[in-house]
């Protein structure tokens, strides 16, 4: 089945500064790249994502990039605040048995400090 | 968005006891829900898969006779845990996908239920 490696687990960054999280997959059938936060004892929620036919997507402060041939994908966040700490997880999502089945990876913890 | 709402928000229940928790779809219909648990600082692990009108799927170590699941209608997925034990407390939480949004691949996750078992 997928695996999705996330890296760093803990992430600390003044305001202001960038902070980026890395994740690995290993089935080449993946075709959807969703990145959620979730803040404490909350649903996570869905901040951006990136189809497979597309190698950089940008939202704002938000930016994720996907290298197929790699098959890593990253979450670039500028311009930090504080209200931008939360645990963030990237996840992977192919086709199986008529719907999309989503792997997570392990979470990383962002601290944006003031 | 589609909007999911998952009830109870919070549940203790002593052991022994079985604690059912629902997941509703508010304005689509879901066809697929998946069931997560979901332990302190760790990530979300699939426990299921259900779809409407037909037996769910559990993921490998998922024990089915635990952990029931019922999706019989479009808009309601339900999870028991049958004998709760202490082990069994975590951070439950359902998703769901459906034809309104096209089946992109998106999910939209309900607020989530803590269970405390005593």
């Known amino acids: 089945g997928e695996n999705v490696e996330q890296h760093p687990s803990t992430l600390s960054v003044q305001e202001g500064d960038s902070a980026v999280i890395k994740c690995t997959y290993s089935?080449?059938?993946?075709?959807?790249f969703p990145w959620y936060k979730q803040e404490l004892g909350k649903r996570p929620q869905l901040i951006i994502d990136?189809?497979?036919?597309?190698g950089e997507k940008k939202d704002q402060r938000i930016a994720v990039t996907l290298n197929k041939t790699a098959k890593h994908f990253s979450l670039h966040i500028t311009e930090t605040q504080p209200e931008d700490s939360a645990v963030y997880f990237c996840?992977?999502?192919?086709?199986?048995?008529?719907?999309?089945?989503?792997?997570f990876g392990t979470g990383t913890k962002l601290q944006v400090i003031p | 968005g589609a909007v999911v709402s998952q009830h109870p928000s919070r549940v203790i229940c002593k052991s022994g006891t079985s604690v059912k928790i629902e997941c509703r779809s508010l304005?689509?219909?879901?066809?697929?829900m998946f069931w997560y648990r979901q332990f302190p600082k760790q990530s979300l692990m699939l426990m299921a898969t259900?779809?409407?009108?037909?037996?769910?799927?559990?993921e490998q170590g998922v024990e089915k006779d635990k952990f029931l699941i019922n999706h019989a209608s479009l808009t309601l997925s339900t999870l028991t845990v049958t004998s709760a034990h202490p082990e069994d407390s975590s951070f439950y939480i359902c998703?769901?996908?459906?034809?309104?949004?096209?089946?992109?691949?998106?999910?939209?996750f309900g607020e989530g239920s803590r269970l405390t078992v005593l």
């Open positions: 998703s769901a996908s459906g034809s309104r949004v096209l089946n992109t691949g998106e999910l939209f």
């Open positions: 089935d080449s059938a993946s075709n959807y």
């Open positions: 990136i189809r497979s036919n597309v």
């Open positions: 996840a992977a999502s192919k086709s199986s048995g008529g719907y999309q089945k989503v792997t």
């Open positions: 304005d689509f219909q879901a066809t697929t």
């Open positions: 259900s779809n409407e009108g037909s037996k769910a799927t559990y």
